[in-house]
């Protein structure tokens, strides 16, 4: 079963860091480009950062360069970021995305998300 | 501008058809890509490219594309189709990509 489990979200304080991760089971992970959504509390879905296969390139939305990392290790099929300088509108469920191989704009594989809390 | 809109929530009756818009200049260039996100769950790829199910998505889901604007349609809507869909495409710069604010379907 292809699947994406997410883990490493908690309650942080502003400023804090947090690293975030997504293990891959049930396909090639080292053919995939993947993503990271999050979704803040009733609120609709916003595109956070994406690697390629090989973890060479990334891109990430203005909100987040220059304080997250995307990275992921193909050999241990997982995918990380690491959030740094938390402010309060980092609060968010965080989604796991796996890019289409067929469609490079569609993400075809969603995880469960994991909660990230920024709070005093 | 790279933003994405949809109508915020739209209502049909049980067995109709029911039509969601996206409108944005960067969907001259790219498709959209639909999204079904239930309460409590991930969200579920619907539609992609031209007009592009994945597997096991029912074909009352379909999708079209003129200028600006994507549709995704539901043809004789079930009560399990009830939702907040959301599109999405990349943006003018093709780098970064962009969600709409959704559509909560009510399904009557």
């Known amino acids: 079963e292809v699947q994406l489990v997410e883990s490493g979200g908690s309650l942080v304080q502003p400023g804090g860091s947090l690293r975030l991760s997504c293990a891959a089971s049930?396909?090639?992970?080292?053919?995939?480009?993947m993503h990271w959504v999050r979704q803040a509390p009733g609120k609709g879905l916003v595109w956070v950062s994406r690697i390629d296969s090989d973890g060479s390139s990334t891109k990430y939305a203005d909100s987040v360069k220059g304080r997250f990392t995307m990275s992921r290790d193909n050999a241990k099929n997982t995918l990380y970021l690491q959030m740094n300088s938390l402010r309060a509108e980092d609060t968010a469920v965080y989604y796991c995305v796996r890019e289409s191989t067929h469609d490079r704009d569609a993400f075809d594989i969603w995880g469960q998300g994991t909660m990230v809390t920024v709070s005093s | 501008s790279s933003e994405l809109t949809q109508d915020p929530a739209v209502s049909v009756a049980l067995g109709q058809t029911v039509r969601i818009t996206c409108q944005g200049d960067s969907l001259r260039t790219y498709y959209a890509s639909w999204y079904q996100q239930k309460p409590g769950q991930a969200p579920v790829l619907v539609i992609h490219g031209k007009n592009d199910r994945p597997s096991g998505i029912p074909d009352r889901f379909s999708g079209s594309s003129s200028g600006n604007t994507a549709s995704l349609t539901i043809t004789g809507a079930q009560a399990e189709d009830e939702a907040d869909f959301y599109c999405s495409s990349r943006d003018s710069s093709g780098d970064h990509y962009v969600f709409a604010t959704g559509t909560k379907v009510t399904v009557l």
């Open positions: 049930g396909f090639t992970f080292s053919s995939y480009w």
